[in-house]
């Protein structure tokens, strides 16, 4: 944040519950499947259920301040993809969905645990968004 400079940009996947090609409605709710805004601090690496992951701690209370109890993380998911994108063309080519996570492909997940220094947050917004 010091410098202002992005580290990675790249597809990702939004929560099932969150719209269509892109995110109209965010929540901190548990069980909302859907993905949250804000400010988060990425904290250590782990191998989860989806292989390589890294942990998530929501640094506003209202926006994303049950993310850990969430569960939401950075993992990567096979259906953050083109093969994705293209089996979905009838939903207007869009990625497959997490419960929340944010979902990278497997290179970008790669390019980003290589270039990551700590402390490392990630930003998280909408333009259009509800946050419910």
């Known amino acids: ?3 202002g400079r992005t580290i990675l940009r790249g597809r990702i996947a939004h929560g099932k519950n969150s719209g269509g090609v892109y995110a109209s409605e965010l929540s901190n ?4 499947l859907q993905s949250s805004a804000g400010l988060f601090l990425i904290g250590d ?11 998530l701690r929501g640094l506003d209370p209202h926006l994303n301040g049950n993310a850990e109890k969430r569960g ?31 979902v990278l492909s497997t290179t970008d997940f790669q390019q980003l645990e290589e270039k990551l220094v700590r402390p490392a947050y990630l930003y998280s917004y909408s333009k259009d968004a509800k946050l419910l």
């Open 45 to 55: 690496s782990f191998n989860g259920e989806h292989g390589a992951s890294l942990r």
């Open 1 to 3: 944040m010091g410098t």
């Open 29 to 32: 709710t548990i069980g909302s």
């Open 72 to 102: 939401i993380i950075i993992h990567s998911g096979d259906y953050v993809s083109l093969r994705s994108v293209i089996a979905n063309w009838r939903e207007v080519f869009r990625l497959g969905r997490s419960e929340g996570c944010f």
